[in-house]
């Protein structure tokens, strides 16, 4: 029998990585594809608030920055596979896509399983082994199979399968997993105004500081939840504020409501119109957080309204995992082990994620493209075990 692939984790990494392989190697057959649950792609369904941002439309440069801890590692796979050929790879499989706010590209349906069911035609189609149901336990178990991609997804939302068997998959094969923990995630203040969940907040100012020191600012758009300070800019912020909060240093946060002013500009905006600075919902909860405000302080308070972090929301409902199979023992060109031959990973297993905007699903596709090919490569060009 010809040798054949191992991939676990039927996502969009493990998906896109079963369609490379099986084109490269011109016979599906020769690929199993495994997922613990009993659809693929389970994940990718509640994406995008259901709508799915497959890729983000940014040119490399500035797609990069949106990339962690290390952007160059992606180069190479995103040169392989990149923002443009996501975009022609779904309209090539019958979903067109839309560009929205932020370049976020959807499919034009707005309906993130049409993303998965194009996945998983294709697999299919192209005569892939999908065991759906089969949860794999030790890589060990793999041990009929010539080459094996590793596809496992991260922790985040554990619902969906995505349980962190990856890490122990890269343990079993002597990798090093680095500390993993939730990123692009609800951030909890203390004493929370019972007054804020609910409230939108559109282009204000974020600053986060650790241990005191300014270390990231953005402005754009959150929303105060049930859970504290979430999506947008405050998603951006949370990777560096959680991995603070993990390693106990003191985290704040200042709001600033009128960012395009400035203090002396606010000062004057009062003098000359005494009106209302602030819709009313906002300013209840604004105003018992600021007991005693006085007019001349109120410039001030406006653009810097202090919320000490104390938790944030974990794996359960986290969009992202931080962390993973260290960045160190994969090569970048072709994502295989550098300890164990025959072996690769790929997705959000690695050391590697993305912000919310598109990054984390096209980090998934460039890297699933990569590995499939080059797995499919190296089955090519080894020799095939001799009958008895
Ligand atoms: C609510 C939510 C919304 C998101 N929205 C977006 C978005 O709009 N845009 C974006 O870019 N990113 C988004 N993300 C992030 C994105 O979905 C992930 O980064 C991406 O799915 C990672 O792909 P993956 O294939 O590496 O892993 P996963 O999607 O986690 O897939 C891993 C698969 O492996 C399977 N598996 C795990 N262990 C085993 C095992 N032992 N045996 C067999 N199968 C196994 C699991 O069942 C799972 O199907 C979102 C995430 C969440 C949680």
Redesign the pocket.
Known sequence: MQPRLAI?????????AAIRAAETLGDGSRVVL????DR?????Y????G??????ERPWEEFAPHVHPNQGFLKQAFRAFSNEDTVRFFTALGVPTVTLQGR?V?PASLV?GDVARALERRVRELGVEVRCG????HLSDLAGFAAVIV????K??PV???????YR?AEEAGHTVTPVFPS?TALLPKDYDPGLPGLEMKNVGLQLYVDRTLVQQEQGDFSFTDDGLESGIAYHLSRRAVWALVNGQRVDLVLDLKPALTEEQLVNRIKRDPGPLLPKSIMAPFLRAHPGLTDEKLPVALKSWPFRIVDYKGFE?????AGGVSLKEIVPKTMASRLRPGLWF?????DL??D?????????FS??ALAGVSAARSLATSVPPREP
């Open positions: 676990v984790g039927g996502g969009p990494a493990g998906m896109m495994f997922d613990k649950n693929l792609g389970r994940k990718i509640l994406t995008g608030k709508r799915c941002n497959l890729t983000n976020r959807y993130a089969t949860s794999v336990g596809a496992t997804g991260g985040s939302y969906t399968g995505s349980t962190g068997d990856g998959f692009e409902r986290a969009v992202v995992t790929c997705g959000e297993v690695l994620d993305g919310t905007g598109g990054y984390n699903l096209q980090i998934a890297t699933g």
